[in-house]
């Protein structure tokens, strides 16, 4: 499933495309002023910024129902 993602809503396991490439979010860092330093699986990080808003696939376990609107 593709989710809007920002500082706030970011998680580990999340997938970013970044240039054509994946990115595998294996851990999160807290930075001043809401910031978020993303590290990767692969070795690579990036800091994120409450402003910055990216796409992230996030998988989702069918098992769980999802609560659907009225």
Wanted: glycine residues 8%; without cysteine; hydrophobic residues 40%.
């Amino acid at each position: 499933m593709a989710v809007e993602v920002n500082a706030a809503t970011v998680r580990r396991g999340d997938q970013l495309m970044i240039g054509g490439q994946v990115f595998v979010i294996s851990d999160l860092t807290s930075m001043h002023r809401g910031a978020k330093r993303l590290h990767f699986t692969s070795g690579e990080s990036m800091t994120l910024h409450p402003s910055t808003i990216l796409w992230a696939a996030r998988r989702t376990d069918p098992r769980i129902a999802r609560r659907r609107p009225f």
